[in-house]
Each structure stands twice: as structure tokens, then as C-alpha cells.
């Protein structure tokens, strides 16, 4: 190693190095852009087609069956779910999550072009959404006013507020909810159409005609030309209402003859309140790479602005914020920094005992730091909750490297070696070790860059982030350290405070942890000797507690894709029986608000309704330092006053993005998928549903099958509209403009276009028999007539499916489930399976969904990152001391590391979950540092010519304050995180169990067992290698 003993010669040369990596990275991190995760959501695009009056099951066959034969074959897709309701079919592919999702939505959209013909010409187009968390609404708007209507509202927020706020930068797009769409409504009277003997189609076919705007072309003069515009465009009540519809016998029959012109909106199927006030809400969805603390500022900037020309009594604000949980979040991870710092700093202080001799690895934490936003900006990493929890684990590895130089270079100092060649001989002795802790606990994060899961893409930049930092750190011990010390070092530095007002306190405090430090000494000394006598107690011993903890990790710990955050917002759903109006749904969702009311901790309430869908309310809650019950403790007392609420199905459950953008309250989600009737489907659900009743390890079970619904059907009675004259589709037509309300054209209204409809009026749709009453224009002998639909049709009551869902295009339902605590995923799971298997009849097949099929497929995905970072580990250490032997010795540790890190789980509530589990890895290449020091020292000792006994003790205890130091600098720098509260804590406590629980006793159990197998396997000839 010269290049050390280089540098040592060299000080501005060393500082110069460590001088531009602290600027490097001081202005990669001004680059970086700021996130509350990785980009990891999985990619999942939304095909919606309406069809106005459709049933479910016209809209499973003429839509959602076309469509997803079209799409079924997009590549990267993981599988494909649909749902077929009244007038809408909604598709999702869920694809890959390593399949780029604006490519993904470019290819949905090429088929469905190819496949629009085989649709009904009513349908509307299929619409395309992207449907990633970055693609849902990061904050809600809601506009109010106590002078105007909610339609009214609307209409402003569509004409003026949308396009501006689309200006704001970092904005994608902006979604309005509540209120109505301005139209023109012409209201038809049957009775009257039927005494001038017109139809509805004939009114339709009069508003074509005369309301018209098009180009005419253009008259030229000999000098300049001018463009011709032919318009009859009708645009306000008035005129509408004198529009010609027909003449009968000499007489001109208007449309306020038949019926009238208003302006009102489209047929109203949802709306918004606001704190108990009726409101417009407009969601704001950012870009994906856009920074949502920089959208949030943007947001309040143009809302300032707004207020300044908002309408009298009009009102406009924040009604709910995703950016205040990340914001939170954040400085909290922020705050866990410096906490992490300042103890770490403690640590070292008190093992070295000198402010000077701390002052050397303590340099290593914001070079190592700040020299890691290099690498996350060369990488195209963000600044995230990850990457930040990284920074927060370094700090207490980069300090590692250090402190066993310093610790080694000091040893030789000591002895009577001047500082300038003390450090030359320590660094060099110890450089091995340096290099080859370094790069293990690199090595261990190679499989998760590697692997394409959720898992892997989700923790590749908190695995990158802090290797980088690691490295660096390596490289500072090695360059920077030893300058330092062989400048700073001196034998017994506390003395050159003789005659200082503090000297003699500081004289006590060197000397009683001196003291401590060597009875720690001792002790460990006399106990390694005698384990050394009890040695196959020992490895007995070790076995014996690896397999507790196997067995508490498989069978008695819970476990979860990621734990549940309390992200300060109450979520209720709540869903209505199949075919209830507006009307019926605003009245039970009143209920659902006052009850949200009462509760102490609510701040702001925004409660979107909506027809065919769930209604839904989101609750911010008060922040977290402010309110002594969590959000889980709010929803548990809360709940059952829901529950009461007789007209609806109201579920509460805490706000909580996982990791794939989804969120969940259930456990398992259990598909049941079948080619036959849904009917039959229901039947053997019903089956699976009681059975999985039984199983005491399942709590509460939710189908995703509503109840069976009213509709009506008109059968055509098709000999006796022949013989009258009358073809089916004018049937069709005449319904869907009269009940349905056809969009016929549009008229302008301050150079916007809006919608014109012609259909009866409300009166006249509310009961079947109404429709017996309306005509249709028969031709009988060449003569026209008008044919009353009684004389044709037959109305006919029918029960029907709400909706109807498939699971990769086969019909299904799904069963979603609550884990009872002290079950698992997996058993439950395979008993369910077992269950199905005996109940379901031929042409049944089941699978997994949601989180669950996430979950199993993450399971397999960390059983091979935990593989793959052993074996990394194994063959970097082997090529490293050029033996199998010693690395097998050193990876002994890591069982009982890991068994250390489940005990504190199960002490402290913990799950293993995608965070703790990357924790484990991430312990593997923690605990190893402590054997690669003993082993490689012992051998060096050995090369001297100490045999195994002898070798491995005293290196052991030579080696046993640098273990302890670094160990308590790990251990501590990770207790904010273990012990984290306020936004995230739920994430950050569980890799800062896992370290704080796998450190503490792994190196506890690797001080014994490591020594004792080391006189077990290491071979007598070792001296012959070179090491070093």
C-alpha cells in the first residue's frame, strides 16, 4: 500500500482529495430532485368506455369482452381485471413493474384503435389513464360560495380556474369533481308531442339543421378577400325555444309548442362537500418527476392569486394535501440525521477519550455523506425516504473504517513508535481489513441491483446510496485518516492539559473509562479462555439460537408487504346498493359526514359522491405531535358508527401508500375465476366464503360481488312493429333520446362549446309505464303514422348483477380477508387453497391478487436477494483471503445476527415486512466487518508463529475495542430510527429494530463463537498464505 504511505508524505494532497469530493457532492445534491419514494409503482393503465343506459352484462359483452381480447396480449403485462357496470367498463392492466409505462400506454392505445369498429357506435371512446400514484391527485382544491349554485361553480372552475392552474409548473393535469357541466336541455312533453304528431326524432333532426356554423368560403375583391361563415348557431333559451321543428298543416310548430329550452346541467351523478358545505373539488396530479413540495409552493402561490378575483362570496382552498406527510416525513429523516450524528459523536468520544483524536473518523461522516449525492446524481437517483434512511445507517458505518485505523495506528503509538511511522506501519497492517469490510459490505448489495421485483427496484437506491458512501468512507480511512493522525496523534494526548482549570476532571474522566475499558478487557479475556475450554457448548449453543430464530421468522412473525403508516388522513368509502340515485347517496353520506364531524382530531373533511361508485371522504387529521390517538386508533373508535349507517357499506381506513401506490385493510385477496355463469359464480363463492369462516386464522371477509339489482328491459315485440312499420333501432333511438337524453349538437357560450340534450322531463322518467306512453313514427301503405310503443314493446322487470368483474379475462369475484394476529400469509393462504380445491367443481380455478400477489412474489424475491448476498459475500471474502475456509468461518456470524434482529422484532411488535427485511440484508454486511477483523488478524498472528488457541485470543481481544466502538457507533446511530415517532416513524423503526436488535447480539454471539469455530477450521499452515 503505497499510496498510503504517499499521502501520509503528502497532507495537502490528502486534503485536496477529500476537499473534492465534499465539493462534487456539495453541488450534485443542489441537482437532486426530491420524492417521497423511488419511482418503483407498479405500472397500471385504466381503460374507461361508457355507454349511457347500457346494462352490465351489454357492457361486458359488447365492450369489456372486445376490449380485453385486444388487450390481453400488450407486452410486460402481469394480468388484466375488468368491471362491467351500468353504462361503464373499466379495464386495468397491471403490468411489470419494469415495463415503462408511458411506452405501455402507447401500445394500449394502438389497439384500441384497431378495435373501435367492433364497438357500439354510442359507446364513447375509450379513455386511457395511467393510474400510478404519481398519476393520482397529490392535492385537492375545493371551491365553495354561499351565493352560488354548485353548477355555477363548476362552470367557473372549467372555464377559468383549470388552464390557469395547468400553468403551474410541475403540473400534469387537472381533474374536476362536483357540480354538473353547463348544457342546454330541451325538455319534451310526450303528450304534447303527441298531439302535434311529432316525435322525438323529429326534434332532433330540426336542431341539426338549424343550428349550424360553418365555413361558407371566402369573397375576394380586386384588393383584399374576406371569409364567409354561414351561421344559424343557437345559443341561448330564447332562441332555442323559437327553433321550427315542423309544419303541420299550414302551420309552424315551435319547440315551445312541445316543450322548452332551459340552461341546467348534464345529468348529474356526483358532487362534493366541503366541511359540510357543497362544494366543486379539483385535484391537482403533478408530474412524475416533478418535486411535490415545489408543486404544493406553486399551488398556494396561484391560490393567492385566484382569491384576489374570485366572485363575491366565493371561496377556494386546500381541502387535501399528500405533501404534507412527505414534507413531514422528511424532516424527520432530516432531524434523525443530526440525532444519529451527535450520538455517534458521543460514541466515539467516549471510547478515545481526546476531542483530537475524535475529531479523526468523525471527519469521514460529511465527507462520506456529502460525497454520496455525487453518486445518487451520476446514478439519476432522488432524494427520498430511502436514500435519506441510508444516510442515516451510514452514519454510523462511515465512522467504522476510521476508528479501526485510528485504533490500530494508536496501538503502535503506545508502544513508543512516533506518530509519522506509527501511522505508516498501522494503516498498512490494517489496510487488508479495511479493503475487504469495505468491499463486503458492498458485495451484499449487488443481487438487490440486480433484481427487477419490487423489492429490488424499490431498494436499489437506499442499497447504492449508502454502499457509495461506504466506499467512500474506505477511501478516507485509508488516505485521509492517516495523515490525520500522524499529525494529530500524539502518547497520551489528555496531558497538555496539565495547569487547565479542567485538566484534573478531564484527568478522571480518561482514567475511569480507561478503567472500565480494560476491566471489559479483562473479563472478555478470562470468558474467551474458558468458552475456548467449552467449545462444542458453544456450538451448540449457537445452533440451538439460529434455529429459534428461523422458527420465530417463519411461523410466529407476522407478515406484510409494508407496515401501515399513519399518514394523517382518514380514508371512508362507502358503497351504495346497485341502482341508488344521487339523491339516495348524499342522504346516507350526510350521515357518514356528521359522524366524521364529531371526531376531536379532524380538521378538514372533503367527501367526493358518485353514482356507481364509491363515495368517498378524506379526513385530515390534526398533525401527529398534536393528538394522542393514531390515525388506526381513530378508524378503530370511529367504525362502529359507521357500520350503523343502514343505506350504505362504509368502510374507514387509514390513508397509506405503500410502495406500489396502493393501499389496502385486507390481508388476502383471494380470486375465485370461472367461464361460467355469474349467477353460478355467486353460488359457489357463497361456498368458499362460509368455509374460509371457519378458519380461525381469518377475521373479517369482504366479497367484491354486490347484491343483485332491479332494472328493466324492453322486449320488442319485432312482427308487430313490421306490420305497423316500425324498425327496432327507432325504438332504440327514440328511448335513448327521450329517457337516455341524446347529445344531439352544442351551442356557444363565451367561446366555449357546451352540450345540447333533447329528452323528457324528469316527470316523465320516473316510472316504466311512462314509456308505454311515448310514439314512434311508423310508415303503414306508404303513410306515415304514429305508433304509441304500448302497441309494440313489453316492459319487462328483470333482476340483475350490479357489476361483473373478470380476473384475466375469465369472470371472477374476489374474496378479500383480515389475518388474524399469530397467523401468516402463507399458511392461511395454502389452507384456503386446499379448501377450494375440494369445494369448486370442474371449470374453477383460483389465484391471488393486489398486495397478496405482490407479497408472494416479494417473498421470493428476498429468499433469493438473501441467497445471492451470502453467496456475494462468501466469494468476495474468499478471493480476498484467498481461502473458503475463513469467509465460511466469518458468514457463521450472520445466523445469529439475524436470529438478534427477530427476537427485537418480536419484543417490539415488529413484521417482517420489505423494510426490515432489506434491514436483514443489510445486517449481513455489518456483522461480517467483526469476523474479518478477528480472522484476519488471528492469521497474521498465526504467520508469527502463535498456533490457532493462542492466535485467535489474542487477536480477539486486541481487536475487541474497535469491535466494541464501532459496534456502539452502528448501534446508536440507528436508535433514532428504532425509536423514530411523528410522520414515517412506522417505516424508519423497522430497519432501526433490526439493526439496533442484530448488532447488539450478533456481536455479542460472534465475540465467542467466532473464535471458537476459528480453532475449529482454520488450518495450521495458514502462515504460508499472504494476506495483505
Not at 385504466?46 to 385486444?70: F, Y
Not at 468476495?876 to 445476527?897: C, G, K, R, T
Request: proline share 4%; aromatic share 8%.
Amino acid at each position: 500500500m503505497k499510496i498510503i504511505e504517499l499521502l501520509i508524505r503528502r497532507p495537502v494532497l490528502a486534503t485536496v482529495l477529500t476537499i473534492i469530493i465534499v465539493m462534487v457532492g456539495a453541488v450534485s445534491y443542489t441537482r437532486l430532485s426530491l420524492r417521497q419514494f423511488p419511482e418503483v409503482d407498479k405500472p397500471i393503465i385504466s381503460v374507461t368506455t361508457s355507454l349511457e343506459g347500457a346494462s352490465p352484462q351489454i357492457i361486458e359483452a359488447q365492450i369489456t369482452r372486445p376490449l380485453e381480447e385486444a388487450l390481453g396480449g400488450v407486452e410486460g403485462l402481469d394480468y388484466i381485471a375488468s368491471r362491467s357496470e351500468t353504462e361503464n367498463s373499466v379495464i386495468k392492466l397491471y403490468f411489470k413493474v419494469d415495463r415503462n409505462i408511458d411506452l405501455a400506454a402507447a401500445d394500449v392505445r394502438d389497439r384500441l384503435q384497431k378495435v373501435r369498429n367492433k364497438l357500439p357506435d354510442e359507446a364513447d371512446d375509450p379513455l386511457i389513464k395511467k393510474t400510478d400514484a404519481d398519476a393520482l391527485p397529490m392535492i385537492y382544491l375545493s371551491l365553495f360560495s354561499d351565493k352560488k349554485t354548485v353548477n355555477e361553480l363548476a362552470d367557473y372552475a372549467h372555464r377559468f380556474l383549470e388552464s390557469e392552474l395547468q400553468t403551474i409548473k410541475g403540473v400534469a393535469t387537472v381533474d374536476i369533481f362536483g357540480g354538473g357541466n353547463l348544457e342546454m336541455h330541451l325538455i319534451l312533453d310526450p303528450i304534447r308531442l303527441n298531439a302535434y304528431k311529432i316525435t322525438a326524432t323529429d326534434v332532433a333532426a330540426a336542431l341539426k339543421r338549424q343550428n349550424i356554423k360553418k365555413p361558407a368560403g371566402r369573397l375576394t375583391s380586386e384588393e383584399r378577400e374576406f371569409l364567409v361563415t354561414t351561421i344559424t348557431a343557437l345559443s341561448t333559451p330564447t332562441q332555442f325555444n323559437n327553433m321550427v321543428i315542423a309544419e303541420k298543416e299550414g302551420r309552424i310548430i315551435r319547440l315551445n309548442d312541445v316543450g322548452y329550452a332551459e340552461l341546467n346541467s348534464d345529468d348529474k351523478r356526483f358532487s362534493s362537500r366541503f366541511n359540510d358545505k357543497n362544494a366543486v373539488s379539483i385535484g391537482i396530479v403533478k408530474k412524475s418527476v416533478a418535486n411535490p413540495l415545489e408543486v404544493k409552493e406553486g399551488v398556494e402561490e396561484k391560490i393567492a392569486q385566484i382569491r384576489e378575483r374570485l366572485p363575491a362570496g366565493t371561496e377556494i382552498e386546500i381541502s387535501s394535501d399528500k405533501t404534507v406527510f412527505i414534507e413531514k416525513s422528511i424532516e424527520h429523516v432530516y432531524r434523525t440525521i443530526l440525532e444519529a450524528t451527535l450520538l455517534v459523536i458521543i460514541v466515539v468520544f467516549l471510547f478515545l477519550r481526546s476531542a483530537r483524536a475524535s475529531l479523526i473518523p468523525l471527519v469521514t461522516i460529511p465527507v462520506s455523506l456529502i460525497g454520496a449525492f455525487a453518486l445518487m446524481f451520476v446514478f439519476g437517483f432522488t432524494i427520498n425516504i430511502l436514500t435519506l434512511l441510508a444516510l442515516v445507517l451510514a452514519i454510523g458505518l462511515v465512522v467504522d473504517d476510521a476508528i479501526v485505523v485510528l485504533e490500530n495506528i494508536y496501538r503502535y503509538i503506545e508502544k513508543g513508535e512516533k506518530p509519522f511511522q506509527a501511522a505508516i506501519k498501522g494503516a498498512k497492517e490494517i489496510s487488508f481489513a479495511v479493503v475487504a469490510m469495505t468491499l463486503t459490505l458492498a458485495a451484499v448489495y449487488a443481487p438487490i441491483a440486480l433484481s427487477s421485483g419490487i423489492t429490488g427496484r424499490f431498494f436499489t437506491e437506499f442499497a447504492l446510496t449508502l454502499a457509495g458512501s461506504v466506499i467512500i468512507s474506505g477511501f478516507v480511512a485509508l488516505t485521509l485518516t492517516p495523515m490525520m493522525c500522524s499529525r494529530l496523534l500524539t502518547h497520551h494526548t489528555h496531558e497538555r492539559l496539565k495547569g487547565h482549570p479542567i485538566a484534573k476532571a478531564y484527568q478522571t474522566f480518561y482514567e475511569k473509562i480507561g478503567g472500565w475499558l480494560d476491566k471489559i478487557d479483562y473479563i472478555y479475556n478470562n470468558l474467551l479462555k474458558y468458552v475456548l475450554h467449552k467449545r462444542h457448548w458453544v456450538v451448540l449453543s449457537g445452533i440451538f439460537i439460529a434455529l429459534i430464530g428461523l422458527y420465530l421468522a417463519v411461523f410466529q412473525l407476522k407478515r406484510e408487504l409494508t407496515p401501515a403508516e399513519d399518514q394523517g388522513v382518514l380514508v371512508t368509502t362507502a358503497d351504495p346498493p346497485y341502482g341508488a340515485t344521487l339523491k339516495y347517496i348524499e342522504k346516507y353520506a350526510l350521515q357518514m359526514d356528521q359522524i366524521l364531524g364529531s371526531v376531536p382530531e379532524l380538521v378538514k373533511r372533503m367527501t367526493i359522491v358518485q353514482v356507481g361508485d364509491y363515495t368517498t371522504s378524506q379526513s385530515t387529521l390534526t398533525p401527529w405531535e398534536d393528538r394522542k390517538r393514531s390515525c388506526n386508533d381513530i378508524k378503530v373508535a370511529v367504525s362502529p358508527q359507521l357500520e350503523k349507517i343502514i343505506g350504505l357499506d362504509v368502510q374507514a381506513k387509514c390513508q397509506n401508500r405503500s410502495v406500489i401506490g396502493g393501499s389496502s385493510d385486507f390481508d388476502l385477496s383471494f380470486v375465485i375465476q370461472t367461464t361460467r355463469s355469474y349467477e353460478d359464480l355467486a353460488d359457489q363463492m357463497q361456498k368458499i366464503w362460509a368455509a374460509m369462516g371457519q378458519h380461525p386464522g381469518i377475521g373479517k371477509i369482504r366479497p367484491d360481488m354486490g347484491q343483485a339489482g332491479q332494472d328493466y328491459k324492453v322486449e320488442v315485440d319485432v312482427e308487430k312493429a313490421a306490420t305497423l312499420g316500425v324498425e327496432p333501432d327507432v325504438v332504440a333511438q327514440t328511448l335513448d333520446t327521450l329517457i337516455g337524453g341524446r347529445r344531439s349538437t352544442t351551442f356557444e357560450r363565451e367561446s366555449k362549446q357546451y352540450p345540447v340534450r333533447v329528452w323528457v322531463g324528469e316527470q316523465f322518467r320516473k316510472s316504466p309505464e311512462n314509456i308505454l306512453e311515448m310514439t314512434v313514427k311508423g310508415n303503414r301503405g306508404g303513410k306515415e303514422t304514429l305508433v304509441p310503443l304500448k302497441d309494440i314493446v313489453k316492459v319487462v322487470n328483470v333482476v340483475t348483477t350490479p357489476e361483473i368483474r373478470h380476473f384475466d379475462r375469465l369472470r371472477s369475484v374476489t374474496l378479500d380477508a383480515v389475518i388474524n394476529e399469530g397467523y401468516g400469509l402463507g399458511q392461511v393462504l395454502n389452507d384456503v387453497k386446499k379448501v377450494s380445491a375440494m369445494l369448486l367443481p370442474d371449470g374453477y380455478q383460483t389465484t391471488v391478487s393486489g398486495e397478496t400477489r405482490d407479497y408472494l412474489k416479494e417473498t421470493y424475491t428476498i429468499f433469493l436477494i438473501f441467497g445471492l448476498a451470502l453467496a456475494f459475500i462468501f466469494l468476495v471474502m474468499a478471493a480476498q483471503f484467498e481461502s473458503f475456509i475463513d469467509p465460511f468461518i466469518i458468514i457463521l456470524s450472520v445466523p445469529l445476527s439475524l436470529a438478534g434482529a427477530i427476537f427485537t422484532l418480536m419484543i417490539f411488535n415488529g413484521t417482517l415486512n420489505i423494510y426490515s427485511e432489506i434491514g436483514l440484508v443489510t445486517l449481513i454486511g455489518l456483522i461480517t466487518k467483526h469476523g474479518i477483523l478477528i480472522v484476519d488478524f488471528a492469521n497474521k498472528l498465526q504467520e508469527q508463529g502463535l498456533s490457532p488457541f493462542e492466535a485467535v485470543i489474542q487477536a480477539s481481544r486486541l481487536r475487541l475495542r474497535p469491535i466494541l466502538m464501532t459496534t456502539f457507533a452502528m448501534v446508536f446511530g440507528a436508535v433514532p430510527l428504532a425509536f423514530s415517532t411523528g410522520a414515517g416513524a412506522e417505516t424508519r423503526e423497522q430497519i432501526g429494530l433490526v439493526i439496533v436488535g442484530g448488532m447488539s447480539f450478533g456481536t455479542l454471539f460472534t465475540l465467542f463463537v467466532i473464535p471458537v469455530v476459528y480453532t475449529y477450521l482454520t488450518r495450521k499452515s495458514v502462515g504460508k498464505k499472504k494476506l495483505g
